[in-house]
């Protein structure tokens, strides 16, 4: 039976006179030795995914942890990088190089498309922006209503002891209907001029000067102020008078916005639709704004 292989633990050296190892012994001279320092930062015992080639490069910068553990430039140790310089690759070719030249030109050629790609998405949000802002004013336009839901205050104090008689709604004037005969002109008054239109495509490059007319005259009065519609009363030319702003008042009446008044008054079988002049000026003019076209007045 052949003998158990022996273990040599090998010469120990042994201190009996104190505590800690002996002097240092011709074998390990060279043999070299991590500084300890309480700044130093703790590394790996050993590294064996470091790559030694990264010396060429100067400026690399190295972790001061791996410092402790750099045994390259220690003589005492075989320069293994010798030995890595004969070995060579059975595949010798050469890398490819990049089809758009330079790697720094290759880079800006991978990143124009990503900011074409930004600047035309920015373009369809400004354009869904412009979309939904037209939208919004083609519905509040086709629908007046939708913003015309805020209630007026009314154009005259309600007072608690007044009856009411009769309630229009404005729906119903849409369905009304009366047959008139052919009218005829009492009186021909002022003059209607037309409208330029070129004021309307006044811009910085095509300057229009503003004209001063001195004879132009503006009366905005009521019925029973109209010296015209005076005059025609007492002449017995018509039973009912109303002015043209009170008229298209109750022409608009189904349209109207703003709380507007009316002052029937009848004065023997004349019956005169009078009102305070800001009042029906004001609901004809809000009126008639929504039902003309380009051009009126």
């Not at 273990?7 to 042994?14: E, I, Q, R």
């Not at 849409?174 to 309307?200: I, N, Q």
């Amino acid at each position: 039976m052949p003998s158990a292989a022996t273990f040599d633990l090998g010469a120990v050296p042994f201190n009996p006179d104190g505590w800690g190892p002996l002097e240092s012994t011709a074998d390990n001279t060279n043999v070299p030795f991590a500084p300890f320092s309480r700044s130093d930062k703790l590394g790996r015992i050993a590294d064996w995914t470091r790559n030694f080639n990264n010396n060429n490069n100067p400026n690399r910068s190295k972790n001061p942890a791996d410092t402790a553990f750099d045994f390259t430039s220690d003589p005492s140790f075989p320069n293994f990088a010798e030995d890595d310089s004969s070995f060579r690759l059975v595949d010798g070719k050469p890398p490819p190089r990049p089809k758009f030249g330079p790697k720094w030109r290759f880079q800006r050629q991978l990143q124009l498309p990503q900011r074409r790609d930004e600047e035309v998405e920015a373009k369809k949000r400004e354009a869904e922006k412009e979309r939904a802002r037209r939208d919004r004013h083609y519905q509040s336009r086709s629908n007046p209503s939708n913003h015309r839901r805020e209630l007026f205050k009314s154009s005259v104090d309600i007072q608690p002891e007044w009856n009411m008689h009769d309630q229009i709604p404005f729906s119903t004037f849409s369905k009304l209907s009366f047959t008139v005969s052919e009218p005829e002109d009492l009186l021909l008054c002022g003059a209607l001029e037309s409208y330029d239109r070129s004021y309307d495509r006044i811009a910085p490059k095509n300057e229009r000067r503003l004209e001063r007319f001195k004879n132009r005259n503006f009366f905005k009065v009521t019925t029973t102020d109209d010296p015209v519609i005076r005059r025609l009363a007492n002449e017995d030319k018509a039973t009912v008078f109303a002015t043209d702003a009170i008229l298209s008042t109750l022409m608009c009446a189904s349209r109207s916005v703003y709380s507007w008044d009316i002052v029937v008054q009848r004065v023997g079988n004349k019956l005169f639709f009078d009102g305070a002049e800001e009042v029906s000026t004001a609901a004809a003019t809000n009126d008639v704004e929504d039902t003309k076209t380009d051009g009126q007045a």
